[in-house]
């Protein structure tokens, strides 16, 4: 098979092949190569390249829609005007390929994705690639981010068969839907080292007619070899591998890879991954003790530092960029993603728990603000995310990052008041533009704007302490903070005059899970009722509008309507592994905060339909998807990293950890104990590709604690004792309120709880490992001396 396209693989897909991230658009993955098709080349991505379309349909369209105009997904109406006969995913189109005996192009994309947008403008709205994507192929658009099945299962071909993979996604497939060439972006015409995807079109094309049963053979052949070494199974094994070599092996490998100047696990592209971060905190809090603990403890805090210092957070209107397209966290790829913000926000609340540093807890409260204004629905639910691309001005192109950059000189018109006792003449905005590292000529380099569009231009990052800054000026640190954060709220306020990006508002039942485990925690961890208020209301939102109480199912998607209201597809989308395990984790993090059984009730019902709608009772572990949803596609695959998001393997190991601790069933420990099995080879192989699993073995080889709280729920010091938990991180832990209640849910699942008495009818806390409890107490004091020995 020939190499047909040329796609920016560098920066599109997280590589697999050990573990660290190593650029994307979103996240995807790289096993071993089997060069039998595709892809070849690369060309850079810049953080600030050609600007897109706009990411609507125009609004006085020249052509009449296609049939992607009837879909409710924000990407797949983003093509509803291309001149191409597109098809959603689904029968329709595969009756036609069956019965007109053509090829299928699949391409997979999402509403926010930078080079989903150029090829969009660039081939699909090009009326000559049109009619060939029309007349000789039959062409179905999918947006991954609804059908995370789909996107898992040709990726691993793409990712097999090239040297990368990520979004757009191209591939062709035969009309049983078999894949036989594949690749990411494509130019429209070739170039001196690419391919274009009109020649790429022809080729595919004129193979079609000239060699088909080759093509069909090779697909074959590809898709049985992928079946092999997809396959994650006990086999023989019966018990898991060790969790201290496991470890050991983990955080030496995170340890050779880490920037010791900028924090981070890469050169460049850096992503924040929280998933390493997390393990890092799980590690130094089992080898406090040791170098190595201090080490992981050192590594993730100072990770988390630079990060929140770069330009990478968005100091205006808070949040984080998708990744950092340099070894400094300074010029962001601009996207903001939901399952960042959640992610992130838990990290930096552990990491307050940690080191007691208010900077953290400052930087979790400034990305739930973020959320809370611009990825929040009036009915509880979270936005998918926000585009990088936006028009300087109404009227304008798109450019990636408009919204965000600002030049010195739009600073100090701003910011024109002298700043009173500084030790030379000095206005704001010449502070803001000292401490936030803004130049005249701009702060962003010719290697990360080959275009030269955002030249002059500058993204705010903090270059100095406001110790240094105030030693500088002679001015009181206070002082610069006031002036400071005075500078940044006008900022934000002139910056809601510009075009804003594209909202995705399609919300995923996923990545509101993780949303909700980002309120519930933070707010528990700092003691604020308003952002568990908001982890509620998400959770009722996911009852309300993404739960089918008939089925007892999860429905993955929703979507935003006009005047507030909430719309689905029809038929609906139902959830996948990932959606259930999210959620569940989420409910489980929000009982721990509210102390309302009702979440953790809702949370073992849904455990129990994921077991039964995805666990593999023969080779162990949770498949992706349903069988039945999945029915045609050559692979059922179950994800094996741990990378932008969590494995939802991953998850639902520490989810089955935590309900066997709730409730003492049984069979979600034996669960627990054949998924790492079955995950057993992976983690041995390439322990940093799993660390989130690697910290769910850790967790079921020690032992959990059962934290139990006896008292009032509503009582000041039952609360006090709560609280107290809550401000050590503890993360292999179940936190029991019992209210004394012989017939509430809890009770009834733990009969023991009916054995553990208030002294002097005060709060009592009581923490119980192996069926064994410590001594009664009623102190805070006492009680984090027992959770921290």
Known sequence: MSHLSSPPQKHKGEHKGHGLPRGSERGSSSRDKDRSAT??????????????????????????????????????????????????????????????????????????????????????????????????????????????????????????????????????????????????????????????????????????????????????????????????????????????????????QLDEGYDEEYGGFAEAPKFPTPVILSFLFSYWLSHRLTQDGSRAQQMALHTLKMMANGGIRDHVGQGFHRYSTDRQWLVPHFEKMLYDQAQLAVAYSQAFQISGDEFYSDVAKGILQYVSRSLSHRSGGFYSAEDADSPPERGMRPKEGAFYVWTVKEILQLLPEPVLDASEPLTSGQLLVKHYGLTEAGNISLNQDPKGELQGQNVLNIRYSLELTAARFGLDVEAVRTLLNLGLEKLFQARKHRPKPHLDSKMLAAWNGLMVSGYAVTGAVLGTDRLINCAVNGAKFLKRHMFDVASGRLMRTCYAGSGGTVEHSNPPCWGFLEDYAFVVRGLLDLYEASQESAWLEWALRLQDTQDRLFWDSRGGGYFCSEAELGAGLPLRLKDDQDGAEPSANSVSAHNLLRLHGFTGHKDWMDKCVCLLTAFSERMRRVPVALPEMVRALSAHQQTLKQIVICGDPQAKDTKALVQCVHSVYIPNKVLILADGNPSSFLSRQLPFLSTLRRLEDQATAYVCENQACSLPVTEPCELRKLLLQ
């Open 39 to 252: 892809v070849a080349s690369s060309v850079p991505m810049p953080a600030g390249g050609k600007g897109s379309r706009p990411s609507c349909p125009p609004s006085a369209p020249q052509r009449a829609p296609n049939r992607l105009i009837n879909e409710k997904s924000p990407y797949l109406l983003q093509h509803a005007y291309n001149p191409v006969d597109w098809y959603p995913w689904g029968q329709e189109a595969f009756d036609k390929a069956r019965k007109e005996n053509k090829p299928i192009f699949l391409s997979v994309g999402y509403s926010t994705c930078h080079w989903c947008h150029m090829m969009e403008e660039e081939s699909f709205q090009n009326e000559e690639i049109g009619r060939l994507l029309s007349e000789d192929f039959v062409s179905v658009k999918v947006d991954r981010e609804e059908r995370p099945d789909v996107d898992k299962v040709y990726m691993t071909f793409v990712q097999a068969t090239s040297s990368g993979g990520g979004w757009p996604m191209s591939v062709w497939l035969t009309p049983n839907l078999q894949p036989f060439v594949g690749g990411t972006y494509f130019p429209p015409e070739d170039g001196l080292t690419r391919v274009g995807f009109r020649t790429v079109l022809l080729r595919i094309r004129e193979q079609w007619k000239q060699n088909k049963n080759t093509l069909l053979e090779n697909s074959q052949r590809v898709t049985t070899a992928l079946l092999a070494r997809s396959e994650i199974s006990m086999g023989d094994r019966q018990l898991p591998p060790s969790a201290a070599i496991m470890n050991s092996r983990c955080f030496q």
